[in-house]
């Protein structure tokens, strides 16, 4: 099945850019959308089909991806962005299913 | 704007069918997937499944032999049966709605969770 591989942790000064990457074989043709989480709460969904911003999600949030990384970045980090970040792909392969990354705990220091 | 609201039994006993509900309310039930996520304490999220009001769905490869999930369009809910859980099943359960036409949704909405326990 197919893997997204995530760091753990990215740690980040306020007011600093924070990157958060999500590697996948050949990433860079499939579409993938990124969640954040915050302690005791549900996902929320930050960017859809790799760059796009829901409503409501500041422009602080955006996305790229290509080749076999995508690549989350917040610019201006704010204590409130500090929350854990999960990548998510449809993988269509031969038993074809949603995947999710392994996670980065996004720490604002 | 939907709506969900996860509902279940509570404590679950090994090799018995975890049971749960979601109630969705603000959005048409047949322009969503219907989706259900898990996560177990202080771990990542993970894809169980989905279905669409035609009747299609789709599983995790890892879950698919034990779950089931299901549409109620007269009473705006979808539930999820997983049979012969462990403690492994253990996790907080999250329903979902993606909205899109094709494949590659993303989650648009989630519920607020609930925390199932499997435990003897």
């Known amino acids: 099945s197919y893997v997204l591989t995530q760091p753990p942790s990215v740690s980040v000064a306020p007011g600093k850019t924070a990157r958060i990457t999500c590697g996948g074989d050949k990433i860079g043709s499939k579409s993938v959308h990124w969640y954040q989480q915050k302690p005791g709460q549900a996902p929320v969904l930050v960017i859809y089909?790799?760059?796009d911003r829901p409503s409501g999600i500041p422009e602080r949030f955006s996305g790229s991806n290509s080749g076999d990384t995508a690549t989350l970045t917040i610019s201006r980090v704010e204590a409130g962005d500090e929350a854990d970040y999960y990548c998510?792909?449809?993988?269509?392969?031969?038993?074809?299913?949603?995947?999710f990354g392994t996670g980065t705990k996004v720490t604002v220091v | 704007q939907v709506k969900l609201q996860e509902a279940g039994p509570g404590p679950v006993k090994p090799s018995e069918t975890l049971s749960l509900t979601c109630d969705v309310s603000?959005?048409?039930?047949?322009?969503?997937?219907w989706v259900w996520v898990r996560q177990p304490p202080g771990k990542g999220l993970e894809y169980i499944g989905y279905?669409?009001?035609?009747?299609?769905?789709n599983y995790s490869p890892a879950l698919k032999s034990r779950a089931t999930i299901s549409l109620d369009m007269s009473k705006s809910q979808f539930s999820l049966k997983l049979r012969s859980v462990t403690t492994a099943d253990t996790a907080v359960y999250y329903c979902?709605?993606?909205?899109?036409?094709?494949?590659?949704?993303?989650?648009?909405?989630w519920g607020q969770g609930t925390l199932v326990t499997v435990s003897s």
């Open positions: 998510q792909v449809w993988d269509s392969s031969s038993d074809p299913s949603y995947v």
């Open positions: 089909y790799d760059t």
């Open positions: 603000g959005g048409p039930i047949r322009s969503y997937y």
């Open positions: 279905v669409f009001y035609s009747g299609s769905s």
């Open positions: 979902a709605a993606a909205g899109c036409s094709g494949l590659s949704c993303p989650f648009d909405y």
